[in-house]
């Protein structure tokens, strides 16, 4: 009787489940402390080209592409200096260079870092400039949130600036590519053309079928016909590496049966790589390229120096202030044009999805030093908080980032981290 029940229960229950269930529309970046985000990856000039441009649902400008449509995100990302200790052993060595979006919705075609093709994991380090580019196609019709993504080997997968994709349904979506074939080179492959999309479709499903039923069969032969899970209280009492047998748990016929389980799956095992030998001799090995870029993008020397005094936030109008000293040692003055941490940016010029950045004095004359103060609002009435990058009830109480200069045609960058004060009264 109850295992009728919690039979009829799981039939009932999970296709509820899966009906009631709605499309994740975010990536998880908020639930990492902000001072993690704001102290990895540094984003600047960030953008999304391609396609056509329009005001979508955010009311903002967003981007409409047909399927198999092709856009460019480029822009520079930077290991700061603040890395924390707690991550990678604060010494970034392997990251990759990607796209997150929420499912298979868009595909990444090709893949440049500091203007060499990079498919692959690269060699990192803390205090680099990497400067990406990707063309991105559209895959899955739906309107979509992406972003470019760094991640690092012991750190996780790190956000930058985001955009609503809107992809348009046609025909339908096809994914060609060459084999290589026999005699063939990458550069000059000589094998047929197939469709990624649904190559080897119906071979996929065989295979799952056939190992999902040798699972399912094993699973249901130990919690239906043995006291196995049925009897937790007796089964954990029997010491380990100890099959019951003496007590009748598991008996010889048990053995003999999953015997016949192993020589099934070995058996299934051994006829697929035959198939897949007789099926395709020609192969191309797994890559495991690993390398670090050349450093192409030019940092200006002497580069900017900022040294953080003091930022506040005023929940009022969803507003951080920030207040830093800032040296010039170049032989050109600096106007500062935005500010960026982890997913946002501030512009004196905004542009798509960056806020508004004000500043009482932008400018820092060659060969000197200013203090200045900035104010940051979002496009929507509280980015900060909507973006959980309001560390007062963190470890760590500071605001993080990139200062981005204009000098003589150049851009400039200086990191600044600044100490937060959650408990700054309103006036």
Known sequence: MKLRRVVLALIVGVP???????????????????????RTVGWVDVTFEGGTVRVGESGRDEIFLKQGEEITVAGIAKLLETWPATLSKGQPETGFVGMIAPGPVVIVRERTVNGVSAPHRIGVAKGKVYEFSMTVAGRRPGRWHIHPSFSVSGSGTLLGPGQWVNVEE????????????????????????????????????????????????????????????????????????????????ITKADHRNMNWFLLVTGVLVVAGFIYQQVQWPTKLPQQVINFAPPDTFVVPDPAPEAAGIASTYEEATGTVTLTADVTNPGTSSMVLSQFTTSTLTFATSPVGEQGTLTVDTGEVAAGSSATITITMSGPLPDVWKDNSLIPSTESQLEIVGLLVFESGGQTQFAEVHAPFNPFQPTL
């Open 170 to 249: 046609t025909a339908g979506y096809t994914n060609p590519i060459q084999l290589l074939g026999e005699g063939g080179t990458i550069d000059a492959p000589t094998g047929e053309i197939i469709n990624l999309e649904n190559y080897q479709l119906g071979f996929v499903w065989i295979w799952s079928t056939l190992t999902f039923i040798i699972g399912v069969a094993w699973m249901l032969y130990w919690t239906l016909l043995k006291r196995t899970v049925q009897n937790l209280a007796v089964t954990s009492q029997i010491p380990l590496n100890t099959d019951g047998m003496n007590v009748g748990l």
């Open 16 to 38: 509820l489940v899966v009906a009631s269930a709605s499309a994740a529309s975010a990536h998880g970046e908020r639930a990492q402390e902000a001072f993690l985000r704001m």
